[in-house]
C-alpha cells in the first residue's frame, strides 16, 4: 500500500473491502447509503486534507502570519481558483479537459510518489496511475458517470459516444496499460522485496476491483478519502515534521478547522439551492466543478511540497 504507517494501510484496505461486500451483497443498502457515505468521508478526511494548503505554503516560503505575507499566498491562490471558475462558465469542454489532466496528475503522483524509482520513471508512472484511476470513474458505471459530465460539459454524450457501448473494454485497457507500466518497471529495478513489490501491485489490484465491483458513489468516496486524502495528510505530516513543526492530529485539526468549516458552509448552501431548483446530476455536477476548481491550486501547493521535500534530503545527504 502507499501509506507510510500499517494503520492507515489497514483502514485503506478494510474499507474498500467493506464497501465491495455491501455493493455486491446488498446493492439496495449501498443505493441508500451512497450520499450519506460520500458525505461523511468529504467532510471528514475529503475537505480537511486540502485546507492546510496555506501552511505548507508558508513552510515552503518562509511567510510570517503578517498580513503583507500571507497575501502572496491567498491571491495567486484564490486567482487560480476564479480562473477556473470562469474556465467552465465560458468554455465548460475545455474546463473538463483541464480537470482530468490535473486529476490524473494529482492522484497519479499522490499515489506513486512514495515508491523508490528514479524520478525519470515516475512521471510516466503518475500519468499511468491517473489514466487508470479516472478511466475506472468514467467508464465501470457509464450510466452514473456519463450523465454527470452531461451536465458538466451542456453536451450529450450517451447516444453517441462509442465508450458507452464498450465500456467495459475501455475500463479493462485502463487497468491493463498500468499493470503492464508497472510490471515493465518492477522488471527494470529489481531492487524492492518481493514484499514490496506484493504491495504494489496488490494496491492496484485492490483499487481496479474497488471502482469494478462497488457502487461508483462509494468507490470515489472510498478511494478519495481513505486513500488518497489519509494518504495526503500522513504526507502533511512528514513534511512539516521535517521542517522542525510538531504537527499532530491535534495540529491538524486547528490549522484545518476555518477553511473546513467554510468550504462545508458552501456546500450545504449548494445542497439546498440544489434540493430546490436542481436535479442529483446537477448536483454531482456542481460539486465535481467545485473540487476542480480547488485542486488546480492545490495540485501545485502539493507539487511545491515535494519538490521542497527532495532538495532538503539532497542537502543532508
Not at 91 to 101: A, D, S, V, Y
Not at 250 to 279: M, P
Not at 295 to 317: A, C, F, G, W
Request: aromatic letters at 14%; glycine letters at 4%.
Amino acid at each position: 500500500m502507499r501509506h507510510r504507517t500499517r494503520i492507515l494501510n489497514l483502514i485503506a484496505t478494510l474499507t474498500s473491502i467493506a464497501a465491495i461486500l455491501l455493493s455486491s451483497f446488498l446493492p439496495e443498502v449501498a443505493e441508500l447509503s451512497k450520499y450519506y457515505i460520500f458525505a461523511f468521508i468529504i467532510v471528514l478526511v475529503g475537505i480537511p486534507h486540502g485546507a492546510v494548503d496555506h501552511i505548507v505554503s508558508s513552510r515552503i516560503y518562509n511567510l510570517s502570519n503578517e498580513i503583507t505575507d500571507q497575501i502572496k499566498f491567498y491571491v495567486p491562490y484564490l486567482l487560480l481558483i476564479l480562473i477556473m471558475g470562469f474556465t467552465w462558465y465560458l468554455t465548460p469542454i475545455i474546463g473538463f479537459i483541464i480537470f482530468l489532466m490535473t486529476t490524473i496528475y494529482h492522484f497519479g503522483q499522490a499515489d506513486i510518489e512514495r515508491l523508490k524509482f528514479p524520478n525519470k520513471i515516475k512521471l510516466p508512472l503518475y500519468i499511468s496511475r491517473g489514466v487508470m484511476l479516472m478511466g475506472l470513474v468514467i467508464f465501470v458505471k457509464p450510466s452514473v458517470s456519463f450523465p454527470i459530465m452531461e451536465t458538466i460539459m451542456g453536451i450529450d454524450i450517451s447516444t453517441k459516444a462509442i465508450a458507452f457501448e464498450f465500456n467495459d473494454f475501455f475500463s479493462a485497457i485502463a487497468v491493463a496499460q498500468h499493470f503492464i507500466l508497472l510490471i515493465l518497471v518492477l522488471i527494470s529495478f529489481q531492487n524492492h522485496s518481493k514484499q514490496k513489490v506484493g504491495y504494489i501491485v496488490g494496491d492496484a489490484v485492490l483499487i481496479a476491483i474497488l471502482f469494478w465491483f462497488s457502487e461508483p458513489i462509494i468507490a470515489f468516496a472510498i478511494y478519495f478519502g481513505c486513500w488518497h486524502s489519509l494518504g495526503h495528510i500522513e504526507e502533511l505530516q512528514h513534511f512539516l515534521s521535517s521542517q522542525n513543526k510538531h504537527w499532530d492530529i491535534t495540529e491538524f485539526i486547528k490549522d484545518a478547522w476555518l477553511f473546513t468549516t467554510l468550504s462545508i458552509f458552501g456546500l450545504f448552501v449548494l445542497y439546498k439551492l440544489n434540493q430546490s431548483f436542481g436535479s442529483e446530476e446537477q448536483m454531482l455536477a456542481l460539486l465535481f466543478i467545485l473540487i476542480s476548481a480547488l485542486t488546480l491550486p492545490h495540485m501545485i501547493v502539493v507539487e511545491l511540497m515535494y519538490k521542497n521535500d527532495k532538495r532538503s534530503k539532497i542537502s543532508q545527504s
